[in-house]
């Protein structure tokens, strides 16, 4: 009897540990960081949505090529702007990477496929032909 008792704690330890990757792995799907992003994603046809002011936008920090603006306090008003990216994959872009955060979730909630670009413009590095 003891022996399988303590089969029965491996197996559900184990049945745990499986649980929790898969649940690691699933959050981790609405996030990519800039340098993956640039390196493996970004292409001619990725969507980029730009959640930062105007002002920014247009800064020092420049923009993606591409890339929508819609600054974060307007994107619930404006979300139905997007309603023609509801098949395709949204890659959000901030600062840093905590609007763009709160702009996935955002669009998440409206059952738009959103990623957060996790480290933002800050992280973005021009390319050559730039």
């Not at 247009?58 to 309603?83: F, K, Q, T, W």
């Not at 800050?122 to 730039?130: F, M, S, V, Y």
């Amino acid at each position: 009897m003891g022996s399988g008792g303590r089969m029965i704690k491996y197996l559900f330890s184990i049945f745990i540990v499986s649980f929790l990757l898969m649940m690691c792995s699933k959050n981790n799907s609405d996030v990519v960081s800039m340098e993956e992003f640039q390196s493996e994603i970004l292409s001619k046809n990725t969507f980029v949505l730009d959640v930062r002011t105007e002002a920014e936008f247009y800064g020092p920090l420049g923009h993606i090529d591409g890339a929508m603006l819609i600054p974060i306090d307007e994107l619930s008003l404006r979300i139905n702007e997007l309603e023609d990216m509801k098949d395709k994959d949204i890659y959000v872009v901030c600062r840093s990477g905590n609007r763009s955060n709160v702009g996935k979730n955002i669009l998440r909630e409206n059952s738009f496929n959103a990623i957060n670009v996790n480290g933002g413009m800050l992280a973005w590095k021009p390319l050559d032909n730039e």
